[in-house]
């Protein structure tokens, strides 16, 4: 058990190295006296139907442009409510997505994509909460949203899409030293037109890319 961890920890030095020398937008946080954990995310795209029998909404799979899904951009608040800067100066974290889905349910059809096992997010040890999560086409204030997770504000709204999905935002999770926190995700395609529906009343025509999300 001992080697284990030994062998544990030598592999997240190796990735806060590796991660910290790439790039300015490197996903990885700098290392932390306390310890470091890391957090991951698995996100199902699905869109929404209505039935024509009943009128009942219905949940199936998306293919809103697949072939642009990049990268997953987060946005985490630690447990005093403050944004998590780690490394990056507009408070997104933005992670590699691994282009090989994966079938979860059985079916011989691709449902689930990850973050790359490349680009892992290290994170100090403590309790955060995921305010955001989209999936993109490329780093950056310039790219397209395509995929994001609706969010559930401060009071019951039967109009938005956090009722659709299993896991709605904002979601808790907590950090432990040394081991690995996987968070699944279900996904909508996203519209500009539909951006309250999703939860995020701020976005607007002007800026579909909201990169305030988190210096708030």
């Given amino acids: 058990m001992k080697a284990h961890k030994k062998i544990f920890s030598l592999f997240l030095i190796a990735s806060l190295y590796l991660g910290c020398s790439s790039s300015d937008d490197s996903s990885v946080i700098a290392e932390s006296p306390f310890g470091t954990g890391i957090i991951t995310f698995g996100v199902t795209p699905i869109y929404i139907t209505r039935s024509m029998q009943t009128g009942e909404l219905i949940k199936k799979q998306a293919d ?3 072939s642009e899904w990049r990268y997953v951009r987060v946005a ?3 447990s005093q409510g403050n944004c998590f800067y780690g490394n990056s100066e ?3 974290q933005e992670m590699e997505m691994d282009p090989l889905g994966i079938d979860t349910n ?3 059809i691709l449902d689930t994509w990850h973050t790359s096992s490349n680009n892992k997010l290290l994170l100090p040890v403590g309790n955060y909460t995921l305010e955001y999560l989209a999936v993109t086409n490329k780093r950056g204030r310039h790219s397209e949203i395509i995929l994001m997770s609706p969010k ?5 709204n039967a109009t938005q899409y956090y009722n659709l999905v299993n896991n709605s935002l904002p979601i ?3 950090i432990v030293e040394g081991q690995e926190q996987y968070i699944p995700l279900e996904a ?3 519209k500009m037109e539909h951006a309250y529906e999703f939860g995020f009343i701020f976005l607007s025509y002007e800026d579909s890319n909201p990169f305030y999300l988190c210096s708030q």
């Fill in 106 to 108: 059985n079916d011989e």
């Fill in 188 to 190: 909508l395609c996203f």
């Fill in 172 to 174: 808790t999770f907590s």
């Fill in 64 to 66: 809103c442009s697949s």
């Fill in 152 to 156: 559930k504000g401060e009071e019951d």
């Fill in 76 to 78: 985490i608040r630690d």
């Fill in 90 to 92: 507009t408070g997104f």
